[in-house]
């Protein structure tokens, strides 16, 4: 399974732009890049997810190198609800019976400043 | 629509007991997974349910085992409780029957189940 490394920490000024990269250098063809969040105490939140293009939905950004190697979540402009730790998961290959898994990495802990 | 639900919200369990946490899925979704998040950590996958067969499994002992029924709801049990096993346990549901739909790719996660083991 391809794990992923992402900083522990990270913060950024309400109304900038967060940018969290994430490293997964062993993923292989057919497996995603997602991205959750979590808020303190509550299960994670589904952001945003791509193969190997550029996507963008009402969220988030997500821009991944051209050798899949690497990827950025970008918020455009943070709130300080967005204060959560981000997770990078690599999606595992789908299998016969169309399940996958989640690998969640140690995630980014973003703290948006006011 | 209530999302995914789970119960109880907080479990203290000793050493050696048996647990059983349940979860329902969000509305219109047949898959559920079952995750472990020890303090401080990413969530670890335990294993998936899918027309109440596990589908897939992480790498987690025997001790852990689940269910699900024929409405979707699933249970995870955990015999011979270790203190490591304390952690937020998390269900996430989604709709594996329906490959190319939005619910497919995204797994909705409830708020979890904290147990303490003593």
């Known amino acids: 399974d391809a794990k992923t490394t992402q900083p522990p920490s990270m913060d950024c000024a309400e109304g900038r732009a967060a940018n969290l990269p994430c490293n997964h250098s062993?993923?292989?063809?057919?497996?995603?890049v997602y991205w959750y969040r979590q808020i303190h105490s509550q299960g994670p939140q589904y952001i945003i997810h791509?193969?190997?293009n550029n996507e963008t939905n009402e969220m988030a950004s997500l821009i991944i190198t051209e050798d899949r190697k690497s990827s950025t979540l970008i918020l455009p402009h943070a709130t300080l609800r967005d204060t959560a730790v981000y997770y990078c998961i690599v999606r595992t290959p789908v299998l016969m019976d169309s399940s996958y898994k989640l690998i969640f990495g140690s995630g980014t802990r973003l703290l948006v400043r006011p | 629509d209530a999302g995914v639900t789970q119960s109880p919200t907080h479990l203290i369990k000793t050493r050696g007991q048996q647990v059983t946490l349940r979860c329902s899925p969000k509305s219109g979704h047949d898959t559920v997974s079952w995750y472990q998040q020890a303090l401080g950590q990413g969530p670890q996958f335990i294993f998936q349910?899918?027309?109440?067969?596990?589908?897939q499994r992480g790498n987690f002992p025997d001790r852990f085992s689940g269910h699900q029924f024929p409405n979707y709801s699933s249970e995870l049990n955990v015999n011979a409780l270790l203190l490591g096993d304390s952690a937020l346990y998390l269900c996430?549901?989604?709709?594996?029957?329906?490959?190319?739909?939005?619910?497919?790719?995204?797994?909705?996660f409830g708020p979890g189940t904290r147990l303490t083991v003593l």
């Open positions: 062993t993923i292989s063809g057919n497996e995603y």
């Open positions: 349910y899918y027309e109440e067969e596990e589908r």
């Open positions: 791509g193969l190997k």
């Open positions: 996430a549901s989604s709709g594996l029957g329906l490959a190319g739909a939005s619910s497919y790719n995204e797994q909705f």
